[in-house]
């Protein structure tokens, strides 16, 4: 498993330097969001993955401009930013995890996220966005709910989601365990 995934891996930057990639060529004029799934044992190593592309990114001066975005650090600086971390930490330890979800639902809404992360990308002019942290920000935010947000609003951004889970093409199942049964407009990246 191990070796499929560097196979795997080593796909990606090619993938996205590839011209087709940008323009949305040959995923027949659907949106361009793809998922990268993987073992959920393998998150420590597709973060240094990620970190590794975008430093060979960055050294291409010609190359897109390529934002991440990890999901459960834009949840904290949100939640900071609004003054709510803290008083939800709080919150958590004395009435328990029900109390705090519904709490927070408003403030994580997807609707809410999707628009944060799209001004985020707009400001920036990037090109491609890569956005993972989506198992640790699990279950304040749903993958499916996002996602759904998220198509209207970055329109010819490429979105690539790493994903510690299993992917079909159809449905995912968050750490392989966890099936959603929203269907998902969204490509495998690589195979």
Known sequence: ???????????????????????????????????????????????????????????????????????????????????????????QQSKGDDVVMKALTGPLAADKLSKLIAETVTTSEAKILFLSGVGSAWPLVRTHRLLNNLHALIEGVPLVLFYPGEYDGQYLRLFNLIQEKNYYRAFRLVE
């Open 1 to 91: 498993m191990s070796y499929q995934l560097d196979q795997r891996l080593n796909m990606i930057l090619p993938k996205i330097k590839d011209p087709n990639f940008l323009s949305g060529k040959g995923v027949g004029n659907d949106i361009a969001f793809y998922i990268f799934d993987y073992a959920p044992e393998f998150e420590p190593r597709v973060r240094e993955h990620i970190k590794f592309i975008m430093a060979q990114l960055e050294k291409n001066k010609n190359g897109s401009k390529v934002m991440h975005i990890n999901l459960f650090q834009l949840l904290i600086d949100h939640l900071q930013q609004r003054k709510l971390l803290d008083r939800s930490i709080t919150m």
